[in-house]
């Protein structure tokens, strides 16, 4: 495949049988993205932290300025998405590889709710708002492919506010990380 076809990104429903679909019921906001896997062997979770490994500046930048932000309004500073923390399962273990990591570890922002080979699900939960979010490998008419959701569940005001606010730089940042996906070496252990 080319470069072209690897990096492009679309916007598709949620996979319907996957465990981020399960939890769609009452949720108030929801998105999944698409783009062509080029390290089909490699499993949800390594494709996820070798993506999360290359996040752009201009992400962190964003990240680090919400953090701030939001301190100031009751929401928790999450950290960067590509943060490495020791409460995993073996904090001896590279981080950057998805063998070292069990259901319930950290991983960047995020705990991990669901381990499989073709699906990770991650979430971050607070007052105001549930986030979960998924990295699903699939075929697609026969092709590999990557699918990240988003579903979030909101519990007051500030929750709807603040999604308001973050939901076009939520949408860039996603699409941005699958574009980059082509340009990630695959790693062992997976």
């Known amino acids: 495949m080319s470069a072209a076809i690897l990096r492009t990104v679309h916007a598709v429903p949620l996979p319907e049988g996957t465990v981020i679909h399960a939890a769609l019921p009452g949720a108030q906001y929801a998105d999944a993205y ?35 932000l939001v301190r100031l309004v009751g929401l928790k500073d999450v950290g960067q ?14 981080p950057h590889n998805a063998a070292s990591y069990r259901q ?40 590999p492919m ?9 519990h007051n005001t500030l929750g709807h506010a603040y999604m308001a606010v973050i939901t076009p730089f939520h949408c860039a940042i996603v699409r941005s990380m699958l574009r980059r996906v082509a340009a990630v070496p695959t790693r062992t252990g997976h």
Not at 146 to 154: A, E, G, K, R
């Open 34 to 68: 698409q783009t062509a896997d080029p390290h089909p062997d490699a499993s949800a979770l390594q494709a996820w932290l070798d993506v999360v490994a290359r996040t752009p500046h201009w992400t962190r930048a964003l990240m680090a300025l919400r953090n701030r």
């Open 81 to 94: 998405l590509h943060d490495v923390h020791n409460q995993r399962s073996d904090p001896h273990a590279d």
């Open 104 to 143: 319930g570890d950290r991983v960047g922002i995020f705990i991990l709710r669901h381990l499989g080979e073709r699906e990770v699900v991650m979430g971050q939960d607070d007052k105001h708002l549930d986030v979960q979010v998924s990295l699903c490998k699939r075929l697609v008419a026969g092709q």
């Open 146 to 154: 990557l699918v990240l959701s988003t579903v979030v569940h909101i």
